[in-house]
């Protein structure tokens, strides 16, 4: 698989609706994400975060600014590289069952129903779901569904992994099961992955690189590399370099939310 | 069916067997039936009501029998049928497509929207002179106003179910590949289907109303027709064997609708 990084350049967003004022939901962004890597973007809620996400994987256009994939061998431009997405609202589609909606993707792409079959079922135990192929959506818990979203994502063999806040919407101690659950995927696996968060904690236990960003309009406030020994797991929380870590995005983000609270914009975390 | 809202939830369970029988639906529904009936012939009998009036249920069990025996009567309730689910058939398939056209375009949109307006509210009876004077009374005609029966409620719910769908899903098909086109078939389309079902039971409703009304009054065929004819000779005993007939089509196809629901419950998103 030929590593590509993604570089946004000076990435801006004005929304300009024709009936009220314009909304500039990313201002001058520039960072970039480098192959094989996990680097989570964190910031104040109406941050542009997921929008940055959104751009990367092509489904909203930048009003500034370039977006640029780039070879790693040569720095050579390149076309986009496959992604694939794992959203907070999960997004099953709730009239196919587990093994279905694992192998949705693989079914418009053309494959035969007995190798994506063999794939999805091998994604489906990747992520511990064996015999729970046949199940529907709202038979399963919160967590079980976000693992089918997460083997949705993953039989594609995306070379970008994108995380969009994928544990937005479980409970703490789901949350913490899965994000070691994904911490091991993603250190096995060496697929690039922009992981979109509200939760530090989160960022530091998955990611190479955090992103810390400003409230709105979005701007790159802070680059912080994580150098924290892998495999990580819960006992990292109670490393001292998690704690020093904690701490410095802590105050990053607490000026960044209190901002977007008195500036009226973004919601409160 | 489902439980009652004023159902007590801590209700003792009873444990007589008299009891348990009258807890059934089934039991309850159809026996009150037979109550009714029963009722109905003792008093037929008691008070000795003419046939011509009110035939006894005895009486019209035979002429159900004589009439499907050697009347015909099973060549009508075919004809109806057919013209029934003929023209809902057209209805269905092309205001599925009518209904997801209209609601991925804009365009398309802005055109219908007044045309439903305008035509939805119209009792599509009064469309039956017109009808008459432009195709006839034979086939085309039957199959026309059975299909204009079905075709606005199964459009409009076609296009409520597609507007509803989740914008999440079509982005998560999007990310997985989808072209625009499949995205209308493997994500809009299912997941309107709860919706435009919803639509075919109002539209099939409306489809068995305006083909039996239409046969009475003009068809040589249907039961529609042979209802009509029977009236006008005083054969009440007839008159009450094809009503049951039309009663008993009517319990077929809502159970038939009841059961395709609840095969359909896997479609919908809680």
């Keep these: 698989m030929p590593a590509v990084a993604i570089e946004f350049d000076d990435i801006g967003l004005t929304f300009a609706p024709a009936s009220t004022a314009p909304t500039t939901a990313l201002e001058a962004v520039s960072c970039g994400f480098e192959p094989g890597r996990v680097t989570a973007l964190i910031g104040p809620s109406g941050c542009g975060k997921s929008t940055l996400l959104q751009i990367a994987r092509g489904f909203l256009e930048p009003t500034r600014g370039t977006l640029r994939f780039l070879e790693r061998a040569n720095g050579k431009a390149t076309a986009r590289p496959a992604m694939s ?83 937005g919407a479980l409970d703490a101690q789901t949350r913490l099961v899965l994000q070691e659950q994904l911490a091991r995927l993603v250190e096995t696996s060496g697929t690039t992955a922009i992981l979109v968060t509200h939760s530090i904690e989160e960022a530091i236990l998955l990611a190479d690189t955090i992103l810390v960003m400003t409230a709105r309009p979005g701007r790159i406030a802070a680059h912080i590399e994580v150098d924290l020994p892998r495999p990580r797991s819960m006992a990292t929380t109670r490393d001292p370099g998690f704690s020093a870590l904690f701490d410095r995005i802590y105050a990053l983000l607490r000026d960044e939310v209190m901002r977007a609270m008195v500036g009226g914009q973004g919601g409160v975390q | 069916m489902s439980v009652s809202p004023l159902a007590k939830d801590d209700a003792p369970v009873r444990t007589k ?50 009439l499907f025996g ?14 029934i689910f003929a023209g809902f058939a057209i209805a269905l398939v092309s205001g599925t497509l009518l209904g997801l056209w209209i609601a991925t375009s804009f365009r398309a949109r802005a055109v219908a929207d007044m045309f439903i307006a305008a035509l939805y509210p119209l009792p599509k009876i009064t469309l039956i002179p017109l009808l008459i004077i432009w195709l006839g009374t034979g ?27 989740d914008p999440g899903l079509v982005l998560a098909a999007r990310d997985l590949g989808a072209k625009p086109q499949q995205i209308m078939r493997r994500v809009l389309l299912p997941s309107a289907i709860p919706s435009i079902f919803a639509g075919v039971r109002l539209g099939l409703g409306v489809s068995i109303i305006l083909v039996v009304a239409a046969e009475m009054v003009v068809g040589k065929a249907g039961l529609g027709a042979r209802l009509y004819l029977a009236g006008q000779i005083l054969e009440t005993e007839q008159v009450f064997a094809i009503l049951i007939v039309l009663a008993m089509l009517g319990i077929i196809v809502t159970k038939v609708q009841d059961a395709v629901d609840a095969a359909l419950g896997n479609w919908r998103v809680d």
């Design chain 2, 70 to 83: 050697s009347g015909g009567l099973a060549y009508d309730l075919g004809v109806t049928l057919w013209r």
């Design chain 2, 17 to 66: 067997p008299g009891y348990a029988l009258l807890d059934d639906p089934r039991v309850l529904g159809w026996g009150s039936i037979v109550l009714v009936l029963v009722v109905w012939e003792l008093a037929a009998r008691l008070f000795n009501v003419s046939a011509l009036y009110l035939p006894r249920p005895s009486q019209i069990v035979v002429a159900l029998v004589t």
């Design chain 1, 85 to 167: 997405t794992v959203w907070q609202a999960f997004n099953l589609f709730p009239w196919l069952t587990v093994i279905d909606n694992v192998a949705f993707g693989l079914d418009l792409a053309g494959v035969t129903k007995s190798d994506r079959d063999a794939r999805a079922r091998r994604a489906i135990a990747a992520v511990d779901l064996n015999g729970f192929e046949d199940r529907y959506p709202r038979q399963l818990s919160g967590g079980m569904r976000q693992r089918v979203g997460l083997a949705r994502a993953l039989v594609m063999e995306p070379e970008v992994l994108l995380l969009d806040e994928p544990f």
């Design chain 2, 139 to 165: 086939g085309p005609f039957m199959l026309t106003i059975s299909f204009l029966g079905a075709i606005f409620p199964i459009v409009i719910n076609t296009v409520l179910g597609v507007s509803q769908c």
